[in-house]
């Protein structure tokens, strides 16, 4: 059982909140947020619970083994840095920092001190995402491609653009199922709002071998979808995040290459490639919320030293694709070499 | 009336044939092509139809006053080059020629001899996408932006590039369409199978405003998509070309920027953007066969001296964006200025 | 503003009590269960309210001026009786009692004292509902059907059937909906758990002219279906409640019946029908919490002495409906005249 | 190989036509209509082929081994009879007759005559329904209900009631895919164009164990709805036909009745049913076209003596339901047994 503070009591703060309040290994010691109403919520609805505006009482509670993060993005790595250096284990809200740099330097501090590092990938803790996962990893054989669809009318955000608001989503699963890392990346977008972040992006993902990915993310689009497609040599996936219960469907579906090599002489393209067309099958899906068991393994890991799911490496990792992309925007879709974006000396 | 040969009877020839010989202004005269058995197909079912497999005797037939070529695209030049240095109008498969200097020669050649020159982007001739080219004329406001996802488990071609199978219609149909045309194209893409030509692909489009154009290519998905968002600053569009009847909504939704000075001085965003959300509309749509309409323009362009819908100007266009995208493609995304992309001299 | 009691705080009750307790023109007074664990939930959430398990003292509470009943259906007579006896108004759970002798009662008891007697049918209070209710009273021309269809996997229930727990949706919607009142009721279904109540029922509805209704409930389906079509002389409805916005759309489609007097003596049917088929449209709905609206509906008809939407005569309505339907169901679907089933003298 | 003669060239005929044409063990001797321009069309497109407007032309012509009837339904019964009469095995387009005496009477000639009598149930030969019998025969335990729902705008017949021109091909589905056979029938329905048929319809099917069936059958509906639910004790099917390939999903999903006696005893419900839900699973289907595979299956049963799958007795269950369901039509749904229904002595 670990003692968890809860920082900043916004819009995710609350689901944080009441997830440890159930979690049978962790224990709310503490919330703080700088503004009263906020923790006379708090206080009302958990009344055995630490309510205070001052994060340096929160630092010193000894009761508190780790700090639960859910301020703004730019505060995540001050917060953190703090939190670590007060001995404090750190579970913080995707994404995990604002540049590479702080995301880099809040992993390093991590390894330095031993302590977990974790970043609130919420959607990897999911049934379709999990099982996705071990599809991924046994039956679909090589992957093809990963392309996914993010868009709604959608809350615009003043501070970040699309995609660090809808792509971090997509990438933080991506890098959870796909065993392959990308390169480089590019992006094209636009915004539609004089002086504000872009609305919509397109965003290229290149891997050393014939995988490719693309993510498309949009506040401004007539309706709703959130659907993924991952295409394998021996099966493909439609995750459809809207579906209340069939989320994963799995199509036993394909080409065949024939290897004739005399074929293959003549360029005889026909008779090469084959289709496959077989059975879907919609498997059963963990139901559990994915928060839950989050944070369940959180405390797990603070418990027994081990790594999370999502861990400040993965945080980091998708950090560096949104900067990348951020940068190639900029630039009409300038192709950014990932190994580029890296910590400034 | 307008006496009409088509020329290839193949996989499209045949739908040509079907609609000619049901056109009240046209009269089917001849088919060629360079197989027998085709041509006893043709006998078989149009009893008073020429047939020859000589291409030069229908150019000799002064009963032919234009020419319908459904042949391979690499002899679209050739054929079509012939036909109007006989005289004859064309009607071509699209796309119209397989670079842009072969297009924008069959362009010149039309001009110089006063000939119509069609190329069949069917799509713009459907109920479908004329209600879309009307309402983004009047009722949409500025456009945003333009989407559209082609993908399915799909006939691999061995000559040429899903760009140039499938994203051919979403540039036809875009051409029709917008008002505006890109200045420059950028693609990604990747072929799964060694030796052969890119089986998906992601195509940029960038336009001088701000207007972003987008499409998605895949003939390795496990599902099949045709669907085409177009944002505007009024309305929005849904295009569905799989819906059975309501393949076009509209919804009357988007945003509203408040021009307040004082607002965006402080960048106060919140007050700025806000969300509107009225009905959605499914208008009626025109059943007739686009193939059949399209035609009867045809014939009655070159009985009334007209340009035909999609003239030879359009044909051009779209496969100059082809030929760009290729280029960009082989080039991880470098965007190519359509500019650059012209006519050797 | 009024003060009011909610009788039952378990699954529906604390919808209840949050949404008077945010009611502008109604203050929740106090909370009665039997159960202390329910009570201590209540006072945990909501400081200020009186809690108990003594009913006779919510009655006695000079500030309660009405009582909220959401306790099991067997249990509403008796409280809602009581509950007028000391002179408050009442809202009732949906079904309003379990027998049509205990609704006239309690129709019977309200208009003697004058209070106001509302029956919790919240559908009716729904943006689509008030739609469609529109839709049908103008625009949709006369009726020719009412056809729904609610089907799930759902909970079984071992005290009434799939006709009480799912059709009194259904029957309470229609009746809103429509402005003419079914004569005859006949049901079949089928219980496939030995000794408990039918768990799939079909119900036919007969009125005096030309429009027929029929309802499909099941709990033991594959996929969950809440669909109701309504169709009419000028339009068409499908309004289906499992669409996240576009819940009603609004079909121009239908036949037209040529009046040719001449046609009909020849039966010459073909000349005769012909079909309309023009644009559809999903009218924006208001997306209220029907619940709120209800209740301030509630306090408004106590205030102002008005009858609510949903009165104890529509309530009585539906529960002679569902006992008819009941006792047709244990006939092989025996058709029951509504006007038979009225109270035992 | 046989030869067949199709009597009918109207709407159906001409698909009969184009697959005996293909057949590989039966050949296409002769086309019987009264109308000479419908003979000319055979002739143009089949040259070899006997056309003729004379019926006993075609009785006498030896290569004739059978005759595929696709005329009008009031003459089927004339039309076999002399087929039978004459030697000719038969092929009738469903339903097999206009009465029960007359399906009768050719099932018991057929019978007589050792002659193969097949009606044309052409959904039985499609590769979802022969897959859904496979399912229920083996997999789905056994069968709680049958509903299936078939409605559009459709063509409004002026001889036949909705149940004769849809819900035929239901009760011929059903009567293929149900091991059980119904007992009673009730129905309702409407006409809504004053002396014309009922263009809506529900159809109670009741057989003599659990087991509860309805159909749902419309002319006037807005939208197009082919779904067709099959509820077992292991397993849950849906067939939508309107799927272009997932057309059978089969649900993992059902309720567990616990034998616990004492639970039983105290009826105490919520512990004695459970709900499970597993995997959703689409097989593949055959996807031959289904007239083409009920001909050669129609000519092997001429050749070998067989009888087909949907033979003479078929027929005549599919036309006891009609003409016991429109008589309950006529009656508000009175229960009919089909045992009632006989040939008149």
Redesign the interface.
Known sequence: MIGIAVVGYGYWGPNLVRNIAECPNAKLIAVCDLRAERLTAVS??YPGVVVTDNFEQVLSNPNVDAVAIATPVSSHFQLAMRAMMAGKHVFIEKPIASTVEEAQRLVDEAARRNLVLAVDHTFVHTGAVKKMQELVKDGLGGV??Y?S?R?N?GL?Q?DVSVLWDLAVHDLSIMDYVLNERPV?V?A??????T??PAN?A?L?L?FPG???A?I?V?W?????VRRT?V?GTNK???YDDLE???KI?V?????T?SENAEA?RQ?A??Q??G?R????????LDMTEALSSELREFADCVINKKAPTADGHAGLRVVRILEAATQSLAQ??Q?IELDDVRRVA
Chains 1, 2, 3, 4 share one sequence.
């Not at 401004?220 to 709703?224: G, H, N, R, S």
Request: proline residues 4%; aromatic residues 14%; without cysteine.
């Open positions: 009302a609805r093809y491609y392309d669809v868009v009318l615009f003043h480089a590019s094209t977008g636009m915004s539609h709002v002086g504000q919509i397109y290229n290149f014939k995988l490719i693309h498309h949009n401004l689009a007539p309706v709703k497609l295409g493909m996936i439609v209340p219960s069939e469907k199509y036993d579906k394909g080409i290459v293959q360029n393209y026909q090469m490639v289709y067309s077989g059975d879907m099958w919609a498997p059963k009409r879709g192709v």
